[in-house]
């Protein structure tokens, strides 16, 4: 079994939800189902693992306190990488640290994924270029100005570029992952994960 590297984006006012949401459905995921699979990661195709944009703990949107796992210097490889949304995304736009990282991690990625206003900083980076992508429905005019030649979507749940997925707002993120664990590894084990967590799954756009 390969097992993707996922690592997920944290920082200052993110979103708690927009990265918590695919974290629990990335960790929770298991190719044998039931819930004895889920005592260890025997069977878990994700390793999933936070990448803070600076040292030390982070405050997310509400308060919660977040301590990476790695750094932005010291994370290892990714072959998932989630960037979540939230109010920090704004700062971060002009963040060379962080847009250096999307930018260098992508193309080693197997797929790049955004939660909400994390297509902020994919565009920034040029990654959206040209291509389909949504985000909240209250940042899609935003979206539109950072990259001008990004062909921004309304009224969807999340857009698969192959490589690069976005999704809208919060708990969209959560369907998305689901999609992603569909698109690799099947209906099965989806619908498996989400009736462990006990999540009733959105259609596929």
Not at 28 to 48: C, I, K, Q, W, Y
Request: with cysteine; glycine share 10%.
């Amino acid at each position: 079994m390969e097992r993707w590297n996922t690592g997920i984006v944290v920082f200052d006012d993110v979103e708690v939800l927009d990265f918590a949401g695919p974290f629990e459905v990335f960790s929770r995921t298991r190719l044998v189902g039931g819930v004895a699979s889920r005592r260890s990661d025997e069977h878990a195709p994700f390793r999933v693992f936070t990448v803070g944009v600076r040292e030390g703990t982070v405050s997310a949107i509400g308060g919660l306190k977040v301590t990476p796992d790695f750094s932005l210097v010291h994370a290892p490889p990714i072959d998932l990488l989630v960037v979540p949304g939230g109010f920090g995304t704004r700062a971060l736009l002009n963040d060379v640290a962080t847009i250096d990282f999307i930018r260098q991690r992508a193309p080693a990625a197997k797929i790049v994924a955004s939660v909400c206003t994390g297509a902020l900083l994919l565009a920034k980076t040029g990654l959206l270029r040209g291509k389909r992508a949504t985000t909240h429905w209250a940042a899609l005019d935003e979206l539109a100005k950072v990259d001008p030649e990004v062909r921004v979507e309304r009224d969807v749940r999340w857009v698969d570029e192959g490589a690069i997925i976005t999704s809208g707002g919060v708990a969209s993120g959560i369907d998305m992952a689901f999609y992603l664990v569909e698109k690799r590894h099947g209906r099965e084990v989806a619908d498996e994960t989400a009736h462990y967590i006990e999540y009733r799954r959105a259609p596929s756009p």
